[in-house]
């Protein structure tokens, strides 16, 4: 049976570019696709590669949980889970790192971004951060991870890992392909549509989150970034603002975006970003409310045990087999 892995990392306020580029698209596969399995976890691990207040994080680890149930996650079809609970993640991330060279880790676009940005204590995990990505996802022998565009170069490292542990001790991980959707991969920044929307923008005028209210969202879609052209276009080089908006309309509207540019055009911006804001302050508010009521459920516990048993059984199994095969342990007699 097909599987797929995918996991979001609680560091920060989630955003609608988390929403489009990872977690509706991970509730449209575990809906279109009835006979893979899904495992999908909160990369809490992840997280802490750099400084983090304890409470505070505690706090968006059940968020994030939760709100990937409010977006439709099915617990009975998909296995949620803490990335930490299961140690088995930790303990294959070592492993992987003695297969794993120092130069590839220090080619990565995002530990050369994230490192610039944090001048003093720089972590070791900070650059070790894609093998543990690698062991997330090779412990659970993943088919497909779904993730947005920002994370396929540590899909590649993760295939490279795989293959050459592979070619070292025999056919063992499966390599897994990236699923990266076609529209919706890399939502930008409200207010420089030349940078990622990302959750530790340092301003959030240009940042949507589901938490936000539907004023704010509406406020923010109003005051993005467009150009002086006027032209409904699909354009991301020539007019990369309105191509980001139409992109957003088109996944929360479910139209291609040439069928989002027919239906206004002719039409000024005004009109298709007061559109654009009710959609989205729509879609995010319908999220919020079944966030609520999850939270008010008292079942997320209960979920997230079973996730968590689910994981360890897959991952302690696959475990044990991938310490024999590097000859750890001893031999029985
Ligand atoms: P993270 O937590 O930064 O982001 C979670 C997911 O959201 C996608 N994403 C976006 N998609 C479109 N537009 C954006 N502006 C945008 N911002 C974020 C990301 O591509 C990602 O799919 N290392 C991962 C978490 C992780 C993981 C894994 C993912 C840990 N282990 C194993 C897959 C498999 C990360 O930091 O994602």
Redesign the pocket.
């Known amino acids: 049976m097909k599987r797929i ?5 609680p560091s920060g306020t989630l ?1 609608l ?2 929403y ?3 977690i509706k698209r991970f509730v449209e596969l575990q809906q279109s696709l009835p006979d893979c399995e899904f495992y999908l976890f909160v ?1 809490d691990l ?1 997280a802490i590669t750099v400084p983090q207040e304890p409470s505070e994080m505690r706090r968006r680890i059940r968020d994030v949980a939760a709100m990937y149930l409010a977006a439709g996650i099915d617990p009975d079809r998909t296995v949620l889970f803490i990335q930490s609970e299961v140690k088995e993640h930790a303990e294959l991330g070592y492993l992987l790192q003695c297969n794993t060279y120092i130069g590839e880790l220090e080619r990565m676009t995002q530990f050369k971004d994230k490192s610039k940005k944090q001048e003093a204590g720089i972590t070791s995990a900070l650059l070790t951060y894609p093998v543990l ?1 690698a062991a ?2 090779l412990l659970y022998d993943a088919d497909a ?1 779904p ?2 565009e ?2 396929k170069q ?1 899909l590649e490292i993760c295939r490279d890992i795989a293959i050459r542990f592979n070619n070292r001790y025999g056919e063992f991980f499966t390599v897994p392909e990236p699923l990266i959707p076609k529209v ?4 930008m920044d409200l207010q420089d549509p030349a940078r ?3 959750k530790s923008a340092e301003s959030d005028k240009g940042l949507i989150t589901l938490y936000d209210d539907p004023a704010s969202i509406k406020r923010k879609i109003k005051s993005a970034v467009t150009d002086s052209l006027g032209l409904m276009n699909y354009d991301e080089e020539a007019q990369p603002g309105l191509a980001n908006l139409i992109t957003i309309y088109s996944v929360l509207g479910g139209l291609s975006p040439e069928a989002v540019v027919a239906k206004y055009q002719g039409q000024g911006y005004a009109q298709f970003k007061e559109d654009l804001g009710n959609l989205a302050a729509e879609s995010i508010g319908a999220l919020q409310q079944k966030y609520q009521e999850i939270i008010a459920s008292g079942r997320l516990d209960e979920i997230l045990d079973r996730g968590r048993d689910a994981a360890h059984l897959y991952a302690s199994r696959k475990m044990e087999k991938c310490k024999r095969k590097i000859g750890l342990g001893r031999i029985r007699k």
Not at 5 to 9: C, K, M, R
Not at 184 to 187: L, M, N, P, Q, S
């Open positions: 892995v995918s996991g979001i990392q955003t570019g988390n489009i580029g990872a990369a992840h990505m997330d996802i991870v993730v947005g920002d994370q540590h919706g991969a890399r939502i990622k929307m990302s």
